[in-house]
């Protein structure tokens, strides 16, 4: 563990964009965690990594499972500085580059399933929160946490988890060096980062997204809030909104929600 800790720490530290390097053997959430140094006025592209969370979070209230050992739990904070209704697109930019980094390691393609699941021989292989915490004074200030299921084998995932997850190591049968992998991760985060940034909205990755997005004229089941709606997928809007066509042919644009394939 420390080999993960020291090497994490030194090659983190050494990309000349991340500002700082928090690392936990087990935290209760990396998101919820640097969340707090956020507010305590941490900079921007400070990174957390933990080996283990208690209480990792997934989307829509529900729990990340977050074992030892094994695994990628990873936050970082940025403030990027565009409008709030582009901070949307910023989750699907978070799935398109998982999604590279996944097929780069696996030599297998990546679907992602909107707004970010990503998917490898349709089993979720990572997955990826955002918490925006914005203010008056600072502007957006967005944390991207991101789980990858590297070196796990399918004991760890309890229950009905094992049917619908796989990992790196069930894919290949290979293990992953995870602090390389994060290096990798970083790298490319902030290599799109900066086309997002320089571009905001969806327009500026549409197409590295679209060529894993395999959702188009999927008849969907969507649950958004107290809010269901049933249709068939048209694509993605400007800002990352999910198009969907409705049984009465109107067309409705979903801002967030949970996507089940019918
Ligand atoms: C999902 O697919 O439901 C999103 C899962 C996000 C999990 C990651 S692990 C690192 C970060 N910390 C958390 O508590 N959650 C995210």
Redesign the pocket.
């Known amino acids: 563990m420390d080999g993960y800790r020291n090497t994490v720490i030194n090659d983190l530290g050494l990309l000349g964009f991340v500002n700082d390097v928090v690392y936990y053997d087990s935290v209760d959430?990396?998101?919820?965690l640097i969340s707090g140094l956020a507010r305590g006025g941490a900079g921007e592209w400070t990174v957390v990594v933990?080996d283990s969370?208690s209480?990792?979070?997934?989307?829509?209230g529900?729990v990340?499972h977050?074992p030892p050992g094994v695994n990628i739990?990873?936050?970082f904070m940025v403030k990027p500085d565009i409008s709030y209704k582009h901070v949307p697109a910023m989750s699907l930019l978070a799935g398109m580059v998982v999604a590279t980094l996944v097929e780069q390691c696996t030599g297998m393609p990546a679907e992602i399933k909107w707004p970010?699941?990503i998917l490898v021989k349709g089993r979720?292989v990572s997955?990826?929160?955002l918490d925006l915490l914005s203010d008056d004074h600072s502007g957006n200030c967005v944390v991207v946490?991101?789980?990858i299921n590297v070196n796990a084998d399918a004991s760890v995932y309890p229950g009905s988890l094992a049917e619908t997850s796989t990992s790196l190591l069930l894919l290949t049968g290979r293990t992953f060096d995870r602090a390389e992998m994060l290096v990798s991760l970083y790298s490319l985060f902030y290599k799109w980062y900066k086309v997002y940034a320089g571009h905001p909205g969806f327009d500026g990755i549409r197409e590295q997204f679209m060529q894993r997005f395999r959702m188009i004229g999927e008849h969907v089941r969507i649950m958004s809030g107290p809010e269901t709606l049933v249709g068939v997928v048209e694509g993605i809007d400007e800002y990352g909104g999910l198009v969907v066509m409705d049984p009465d042919k109107r067309m409705v644009t979903v801002k967030s929600g949970d996507v089940h394939l019918l």
């Open positions: 959430s990396t998101n919820t933990a969370q209480e990792g979070r997934g989307r829509q529900r990340w977050s739990y990873t936050s970010n699941d979720k997955g990826i929160l946490g991101i789980g």
